[in-house]
Nanobody
Framework: QVQLVESGGGLVEAGGSLRLSCAAS????????MAWYRQASGQQRELVAN???????NQIDSVKGRFTISRDNAKKMVYLLMNSLKPEDTAVYYC???????????????WGQGTQVTVSS
């Protein structure tokens, strides 16, 4: 099995910063895309940013210039550095990764349990 464990969430004032981390472990042969999603109360889960195994990144417009996604392939980690946080960034943030568990397996998506980020005004 594959586990994704997020950390780094918390309560921060508007304009502040947080760094989320996600560690992948378990039966992993290789990891493809990794991503951060978020889900605000009463809303659908949305993609925030993703990164390929080669380091190509993509972010939604509302976080461009403020959030930076990065990864450490050797450590099987993905990070989300969030600067200039706004109250509308308040949500549960989820780590996502597509993983091959063996050489022959397909890439399958896995999710972490989520970490709460709350930005006060």
């Amino acid at each position: 099995q594959v586990q994704l464990v997020e950390s780094g969430g918390g309560l921060v004032e508007a304009g502040g910063s947080l760094r989320l981390s996600c560690a992948a472990s378990g039966s992993i042969f290789s990891i493809g895309h990794m991503a951060w999603y978020r889900q605000a109360s009463g809303q659908q889960r949305e993609l925030v940013a993703n990164i390929t195994s080669g380091g190509i990144t993509n972010q939604i417009d509302s976080v461009k210039g403020r959030f930076t996604i990065s990864r450490d392939n050797a450590k099987k980690m993905v990070y989300l550095l969030m600067n200039s946080l706004k109250p509308e960034d308040t949500a549960v943030y989820y780590c996502n990764a597509v993983v091959k568990t063996t050489y022959w397996s397909r890439l399958n998506p896995y999710w972490g349990q989520g970490t709460q980020v709350t930005v006060s005004s």
